[in-house]
């Protein structure tokens, strides 16, 4: 039996005359994605992607790969045959043979997008239907909510046979919209933010402030393992750990107590956008949500605004916690977000921060400080880290220049 994995590309398809490197950028991606598991040709037509395995192509692992590519709203494992009626029925009763054994009720869905196919979906249904029903007399048809629905597709090439798709990832292709940077913390928030904004099509480039010894090594491996976790989905990601402990340092010996946390975001931001520039990123994305802490109100979150010259994208900032939460389990990084480690956000907390900020006071608080020199020396010890989903990589500077 012939095996081939037919992707629905969901809203691609509603591109217009874009769609074609829509469906183009999306098969790069996956000819990158699926080389791991042997060789295969890919073709779209009629806004379905086709993946044919040649020998040796490791199927199983590729749909355990391709539920997690941005672009692609279902997944479906096919056999194909020629068109013709009896091929159709001996191919659904061999292929299903253990899933229609298993079921009790079952029914057949068709679609004959070739119109010159002389049996429309109603024939091919009923014709299908009767044959699986002849071969398995147990089984009893229920076209309301069967156990089991085999799909019979009659395409202008061939026909194709297939029970139940996985879901796709659904979103737009990563990159296709360009590429922003994530300030990433060990929370649960920030990698669902990631995650949402490379689903619209952003590669993704990190970076995460690290406070040591006000944080630990763990702290940072925790990171590490987040933004590995959110790579099956994004691809690559590129990450810069910030050293940030002069600042912080710097900040608590000349600034308002309560403005601590400010001062401190409104730094993240600028050292933030400017690594963003040096690798061609064109925004921001943090994972803030209005009014969860004291430094997500609206004026505080003016105030990191202020200091930033390119968009800041903040996809969580309308959901509840508990959205966010589900997100993050749904998407396999909520477990390690909750390991117990300090971020630098914690650990000089003001008693009382200032919920109403005015952007006067934090440049009056500011002018203690160098800024441009502090900022010069942290990005000066910043570590590079490439992250894939099979892990960390540090990037020694030997071999960046
Ligand atoms: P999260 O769960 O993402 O940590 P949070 O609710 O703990 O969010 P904050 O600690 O106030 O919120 O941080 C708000 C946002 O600031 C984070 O979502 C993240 O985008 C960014 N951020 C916080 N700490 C760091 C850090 N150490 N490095 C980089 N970005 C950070
Ligand atoms: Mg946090």
Same mark, same amino acid.
């Given at each position: 039996?012939?095996?081939?994995?037919?992707?629905?590309?969901?809203?691609?398809?509603?591109?217009?005359?874009?769609?074609?490197?829509?469906?183009?950028?999306?098969?790069?991606?996956?000819?990158?994605?699926?080389?791991?598991?042997?060789?295969?040709?890919?073709?779209?037509?009629?806004?379905?992607?086709?993946?044919?395995?040649?020998?040796?192509?490791?199927?199983?692992?590729?749909?355990?790969?391709?539920?997690?590519?941005?672009?692609?709203?279902?997944?479906?494992?096919?056999?194909?045959?020629?068109?013709?009626?009896?091929?159709?029925?001996?191919?659904?009763?061999?292929?299903?043979?253990?899933?229609?054994?298993?079921?009790?009720?079952?029914?057949?869905?068709?679609?004959?997008?070739?119109?010159?196919?002389?049996?429309?979906?109603?024939?091919?249904?009923?014709?299908?239907?009767?044959?699986?029903?002849?071969?398995?007399?147990?089984?009893?048809?229920?076209?309301?909510?069967?156990?089991?629905?085999?799909?019979?597709?009659?395409?202008?090439?061939?026909?194709?046979?297939?029970?139940?798709?996985?879901?796709?990832?659904?979103?737009?292709?990563?990159?296709?919209?360009?590429?922003?940077?994530?300030?990433?913390?060990?929370?649960?928030?920030?990698?669902?933010?990631?995650?949402?904004?490379?689903?619209?099509?952003?590669?993704?480039?990190?970076?995460?402030?690290?406070?040591?010894?006000?944080?630990?090594?763990?702290?940072?491996?925790?990171?590490?393992?987040?933004?590995?976790?959110?790579?099956?989905?994004?691809?690559?990601?590129?990450?810069?750990?910030?050293?940030?402990?002069?600042?912080?340092?710097?900040?608590?010996?000349?600034?308002?107590?309560?403005?601590?946390?400010?001062?401190?975001?409104?730094?993240?931001?600028?050292?933030?956008?400017?690594?963003?520039?040096?690798?061609?990123?064109?925004?921001?994305?943090?994972?803030?949500?209005?009014?969860?802490?004291?430094?997500?109100?609206?004026? @505080?979150? /003016?105030?990191?605004?202020? $200091?930033?010259?390119? #968009?800041?994208?903040?996809?969580? =900032?309308?959901?509840?916690? &508990?959205?966010?939460?589900?997100?993050?389990?749904?998407?396999?990084?909520?477990?390690?977000?909750?390991?117990?480690?300090?971020?630098?956000?914690?650990?000089?907390?003001?008693?009382?921060?200032?919920?109403?900020?005015?952007?006067?006071?934090?440049?009056?608080?500011?002018?203690?400080?160098?800024?441009?020199?502090?900022?010069?020396? @942290?990005? /000066?010890?910043?570590?590079? $880290?490439?992250?894939? #989903?099979?892990?960390?990589?540090? =990037?020694?500077?030997?071999? &960046?220049?």
């Amino acid at each position: 039996m012939n095996e081939i994995i037919l992707l629905k590309c969901g809203e691609l398809v509603l591109k217009g005359l874009n769609r074609a490197k829509f469906e183009e950028w999306l098969m790069k991606t996956l000819r990158y994605r699926l080389r791991p598991f042997g060789h295969f040709s890919i073709y779209s037509l009629q806004s379905t992607i086709y993946i044919e395995p040649e020998d040796g192509f490791d199927t199983d692992s590729a749909m355990e790969a391709l539920p997690f590519v941005f672009g692609i709203v279902s997944v479906c494992r096919s056999y194909v045959c020629e068109k013709n009626l009896e091929e159709i029925k001996s191919l659904v009763t061999d292929a299903f043979h253990s899933e229609l054994s298993a079921a009790r009720t079952f029914k057949v869905q068709a679609k004959r997008s070739d119109k010159k196919f002389r049996y429309d979906s109603m024939d091919i249904m009923r014709e299908v239907g009767g044959h699986v029903l002849s071969v398995f007399p147990h089984l009893t048809v229920d076209v309301h909510s069967p156990e089991l629905t085999v799909h019979v597709e009659v395409r202008d090439r061939k026909a194709y046979v297939h029970i139940e798709p996985v879901e796709g990832a659904g979103g737009l292709p990563c990159g296709i919209n360009g590429k922003a940077t994530v300030l990433i913390s060990g929370g649960i928030d920030s990698p669902v933010a990631a995650y949402l904004m490379a689903r619209r099509g952003l590669e993704l480039h990190a970076v995460h402030f690290f406070s040591y010894p006000y944080t630990s090594e763990q702290a940072k491996e925790k990171v590490f393992e987040l933004l590995r976790l959110v790579s099956r989905f994004a691809g690559r990601i590129y990450l810069q750990v910030v050293p940030f402990t002069e600042i912080q340092e710097s900040i608590r010996e000349h600034c308002p107590e309560d403005l601590f946390t400010l001062v401190m975001r409104r730094f993240m931001m600028r050292i933030s956008s400017r690594l963003a520039r040096a690798c061609r990123s064109d925004a921001l994305i943090t994972g803030e949500s209005l009014g969860q802490v004291a430094s997500q109100t609206l004026l @505080a979150l /003016a105030a990191t605004d202020n $200091v930033c010259d390119m #968009p800041v994208f903040r996809p969580v =900032i309308g959901f509840d916690k &508990k959205d966010i939460v589900a997100i993050a389990r749904s998407i396999g990084t909520f477990d390690t977000s909750i390991l117990p480690y300090e971020d630098c956000c914690t650990v000089f907390t003001p008693k009382h921060p200032k919920t109403k900020p005015m952007i006067y006071e934090l440049e009056e608080a500011e002018k203690a400080l160098d800024i441009e020199n502090l900022i010069e020396r @942290a990005i /000066a010890g910043v570590q590079d $880290v490439a992250i894939s #989903p099979s892990g960390a990589e540090i =990037i020694d500077t030997e071999d &960046k220049q």
